[in-house]
């Protein structure tokens, strides 16, 4: 079929009006749409933690989130303060606070004098050393302990073939050596003799004052030979042997004055045999007045 131009002009223009509507229909539709959705997000934005979307079939409706309860934890209860008694343990030591203890005093010291310018050459022999094990012999430092004193003080005894012993033959001057000369409170001498037991006199010499007087009292260093023990702080200080033979030589100790300085010691054994011999004199301090040094 042909149509005319007055029929299609107005068949043209009603479809155009429809089209129109159609089209304004739709952009409506799809402006209130986005106005919706545009409204919603607004909303959560400024309300995130308040309101939620669920999405569900079937247009959206809110949520309402939860408000998390505050949790009130209920305050520690006071417990007061309760002191407990201490236990007292009677086994158990208590520390008690010591006074101070006064420093100790100085001990007494000896002096072995040097008796070196009157040793006998060669006059007695070698005296034997200590060994290993065996308690008889001279020590190998050769000090011998003086028996009866305390604190221990020590004979020095050579045991050299010359020069080791003072023959007691006449009239003996022993002089104290200058560094030697002080105060003492005892002397203590070591001998022995190989004939009798006998008594030999001696002096004990200081700087200024009378002498003192001392009685010897020598017994023979071999026992089987000996008479007895006849005298007062006379001891049995040293075992060893002389020439192979076994002997025992004694200590005998003097008190001195203190407050004087010894000199010498004298010892007069004129008329005696020439056989009691001297090997060893120590010196000690004096407990009242231990002067070390000769003013």
Known sequence: MKWGVGECSGSCVMTTLKKGIVCGAAALALGVVLGVVSFLHDRRVAAPDAVAVEKIDGPAKPVIAETPKKVITPAAPIVPKVELPIEVNP??????????????????????IDLSKAFNSGFVGALARATEGSDEGVPLD??????????????????????????????????????????????????????????????????????????????????????????????????????GKSIDLFSQTFNLDPTRILDSIVIDSTGADADSIIFGVTAIDSEEKPFRVAE
Not at 95 to 104: C, F, L
Not at 157 to 171: D, F
Not at 207 to 231: C, P
């Open 91 to 112: 086994a158990a030591p208590v520390e008690v606070e010591k006074p101070a203890v006064p420093a100790a005093p100085a001990l007494p010291e000896y002096t072995a």
């Open 142 to 243: 050769g000090r011998v302990a003086i028996p009866g004193i305390l604190p221990r003080a020590y004979f020095v005894v050579s045991t050299a073939a010359q020069r080791n012993a003072i023959e007691l033959s006449g009239l003996r001057k022993t002089a104290i050596p200058g560094n030697q000369r002080s105060y003492y409170g005892r002397i203590s001498i070591l001998h022995g003799t190989s004939g009798k037991d006998r008594k030999i006199a001696g002096r004990l010499h200081y700087t200024s004052g009378e002498d003192e007087r001392i009685e010897l009292h020598v017994l023979n260093w071999k026992r089987q030979r000996r008479e007895n023990y006849f005298a007062d702080h006379l001891f049995l200080a040293l075992q060893t042997t002389l020439n």
